[in-house]
């Protein structure tokens, strides 16, 4: 019985391991880059779901699978109906690995868990250290899944367990009870699958059971997905929920049609996975990857008003909006001149967008959701101006130099905004902290907002008031502590290490300012100024520091 335990334990745990390592390392290997060649497979249908299949049998972890969606639509770069394209086809890929269990492959399994292991280690390899990862996560999901085959074997010598088999009698109702049951406890409908297999094949349980189980793993996955993604909202919910809608409305439909095959001996799923010359193992695994061959056909053609009915009910967020670029695209890449435009337009988004930090410190709300969204876009923006310095290594060197210090100012200016407004909304609700609290979101709303106009109107005459605006702050906020601590002579030291904190994050803001500013006034990319001006109304033509 310890040895079962044993087997059953180490199985999951090598399965688990291997799912993590396997997403983990996929969300690494999700680049930018990456994205947009998916983009354009996926731009239509056929090559969409020829690209889900492919991607849901290499990753055999829908996870994994949706993160590169989620990504890929947050970035603006696959609609909401190519996304449930790739995912339609990716169910029937990720099914696939209940199949392929079945076969002797443990062999290759350790050899490419020995091979992917050497080159996770070696440092003149380290560059590909996430596609070995990757490849050493998916030996171990298949290795975990061979060792929960192999422990479930002796399972149907131990009486106990003879028992409980025989207690369920031929109730196919309980076998899909506990199906679904089984996968809500385990979050994971392959486990569930090759464990009823490799039981069935024992004889212990019939092959009806072992199929009406299998189709209770179709709407436990559902449930267990419901309850996972209702924190989510936006485009990220429409994908959840079409496929919680596609497992729970599939589950009742495949059950129907067994009860039509074995009632009324009409032969349809199972007659047909049973017509193949294979072991019972693999009729009984071809059962489940005939579960998504058998709903693609209606979500193809439910596929439209799905799209409508998702975007209606759950349309994109303010974050969403906010993190997904207006004017950066993969085709600007050819032209270094105007990739750099491009970039400098996105940029200058960015100013806009912290503005609203403050506005979210005035109404209550939390910044984590605009924190996240600004930092997908500041990623977004840097990934393309990286990926230009790579198409134009020896063009408007200058240029690229310039862009990638703002760039990284930004960077730093958004974090230290954030981190601001966290402190400024963790404040007690006190006169002298309210009071605080609005002489620092107004003083450096209003500065931001100079800036920001000095940009847009490209008025020459503002930029030395601009400059003088985002000077040193030093002396004003060591007066401010000296002050606030006269007033508030109760203040503990954790409060007072608060206004410490407060006050050195304004001295930041205005010290990246400052060179902000300095960087766009020297800058040499307002050569190309005409390039975007062209393309723009005269009174939001801005492109780097006004001309003077």
Not at 144 to 164: I, R, S, T
Not at 250 to 269: K, M, N, R, T, W
Request: aromatic share 6%.
């Amino acid at each position: 019985m310890i040895e079962i335990i044993a087997g059953l334990a180490g199985g999951l745990g090598l399965f688990f391991v291997g799912m993590w390592l396997l997403t983990d390392n996929l969300r690494t290997l999700a680049s930018r880059r990456l994205r947009m060649i998916a983009h354009r497979w996926t731009e239509n249908g056929l090559s969409g779901f020829s690209w889900g299949a492919l991607a849901g049998t290499v990753t055999q972890n829908s996870t994994a699978l949706t993160f590169i969606l989620v990504s890929m639509l947050r970035s603006g770069l696959i609609s909401t109906r190519g996304a449930l394209i790739v995912l339609i086809g990716g169910n029937i890929g990720v099914t696939l690995l209940v199949l392929v269990v079945t076969f002797d492959i443990e062999l290759i399994s350790m050899c490419v868990l020995g091979i992917a292991g050497v080159a996770m280690i070696s440092e003149r390899l380290s560059r590909y250290r996430p596609v070995a990862a990757s490849f050493f996560g998916g030996a171990m999901i298949v290795l975990g899944l061979v060792l929960l085959k192999q422990a479930v074997a002796p399972l149907a010598d131990e009486p106990w367990f003879g028992g409980m088999v025989e207690s369920m009698e031929s109730s196919l109702v309980l076998a899909f009870l506990i199906g679904a049951i089984l996968t809500i406890i385990v979050q994971s409908v392959i486990v569930v699958c090759v464990v009823a297999v490799s039981v069935a094949t024992l004889g212990v349980i019939t092959i009806d059971q072992t199929i009406m189980l299998i189709y209770g793993c179709v709407l436990g996955a559902s449930v267990a997905l419901l309850v996972l993604s209702a924190g989510l909202t936006g485009r990220a919910r429409q994908v959840a929920i079409y496929q919680v809608l596609v497992n729970g409305l599939s589950s009742p439909a495949l059950v129907a049609v067994f009860c039509i095959e074995i009632y009324f001996d009409v032969p349809l799923l199972k007659a047909l996975a049973f017509s193949f010359d294979m072991s019972l193992a693999q009729q009984l695994a071809l059962c489940v990857v005939l579960i998504p061959l058998f709903c693609t056909p209606f979500m193809i053609l439910t596929l439209s008003p799905s799209v409508r009915l998702l975007e209606r009910l759950w349309p994109p967020t303010t974050e969403e909006e906010t993190s997904r670029t207006k004017f950066i695209h993969d085709h600007a890449l050819s032209d270094v001149e105007s990739a750099l435009a491009l970039i400098d337009l996105e940029q200058r988004r960015v100013f806009q967008i912290l503005t609203q930090y403050f506005e979210k410190v005035r109404q209550g709300d939390r910044v984590d959701g605009l924190h996240g969204a600004t930092r997908h876009l500041l990623s977004e923006i840097e990934g393309f101006l990286v990926e230009s310095v790579g198409h134009h290594p020896m063009q408007s060197v200058e240029d690229h130099s310039s862009m990638l210090t703002r760039q990284k100012l930004l960077s730093w200016l958004e974090d230290q905004m954030a981190d601001l407004c966290g402190m400024l909304q963790a404040l007690p609700d006190r006169p002298d902290d309210r009071a605080l609290r609005t002489s620092v979101c107004e003083g450096v709303d209003a500065v931001l907002l100079s800036l920001l106009h000095a940009l847009e109107s490209g008025d020459a005459e503002l930029w030395p008031i601009v400059t003088t605006l985002t000077g040193d702050r030093s002396g004003l906020m060591s007066s401010m502590r000296s002050t606030y601590w006269k007033r508030e002579q109760s203040l503990d030291e954790t409060e007072r290490v608060r206004i410490v904190e407060i006050t050195n994050a304004v001295e930041h803001i205005f010290f990246l300012l400052s060179k902000l500013v300095r960087e766009l006034d020297t800058s040499p990319i307002p050569s190309t100024y005409d390039l975007v001006s062209q393309h723009t109304t005269p009174g939001d033509s801005g492109y780097g520091a006004p001309n003077r």
